[in-house]
């Protein structure tokens, strides 16, 4: 058996078409959605996040403004800053890249975002909307691991049972409540968790969201699994490589993302929607 792929940058390219048809309603009625981003400080790997979001943006019609601080910018005047873009009725969506410099609290500086513009989907009022299945916006990674899910006929997940790797509030937590919504069985472990295999091997889906390499193996795969490798790290010769031992895996299950080009693309796709659906909610 050799998996099929789930092909984020095809799927993300549908997204945004989906989402340029109506931005163009919305800008028919006036309304031009509008996404600003912060960047404080240099970090290579935010860098290279922050350009592909405005890129993705523009491709859509949809505004993206990047405002870049130095590292030693005071938290105090951020705050100030996301003040004044919560208070402008032209910005629909805000976004703080992270990680932020060590001298300041990144769980403050989210939830100084308005919720009504919290497009990350890291807010508290975010999560506890997810929490009880009211609506709100959903973590961007978690959405399009569910989006990439939904691609392949996976939209109601009754009966099947899904083991997500890595207990995180961005993505573990998030992407378990996305899956319990659609009815799966769910079972959140870590690396360290003890005969992590027993668990994954009963798994028709497995999210990998750990941040180590292989920390997902052939033999740890029920045959015809769906496998969402959200990892990122970079192997002994420096290329990018996910959380799972891709090329065994590939052997075992039915599904996998790659990575490159799997959850990435996806990750990116869903901001613009969330921004997309904040102008739409600001218009009514």
Known sequence: MTAQLINGNALAQQVRTEVAHRVSALKSHGVQPHLAVILVGEDPGSQVYV???????EQTGLNATLERYPASLP????LARIAILNADPSVHGILVQLPLPKHMDANLVIEAIAPEKDVDGFHVASAGALMVGQPGFRPCTPYGCMRMLESIGMKDLRGKHAVVIGRSNIVGKPMAMMLLAANATVTICHSGTADLAALTRQADIV??????????TADMVKP????????????????????VDFAGVQNVAGWITPVPGGVGPMTRAMLL??????????KT
Do not use: F, H, P
Not at 75 to 78: R, S
Not at 224 to 243: E, S, Y
């Open 51 to 57: 350009r592909n979001k405005v890129a993705d943006s």
């Open 75 to 78: 938290q105090e005047e951020l």
């Open 207 to 216: 999210v990998a969201a750990v941040g180590k390499r292989n920390v997902l």
């Open 224 to 243: 015809g699994a769906v496998v969402i490798d959200v990892g990122m790290n970079r192997d002994d010769a420096g290329k990018l490589c996910g959380d």
């Open 273 to 282: 929607v969330n921004t997309l659906e904040a102008a739409e909610a600001a």
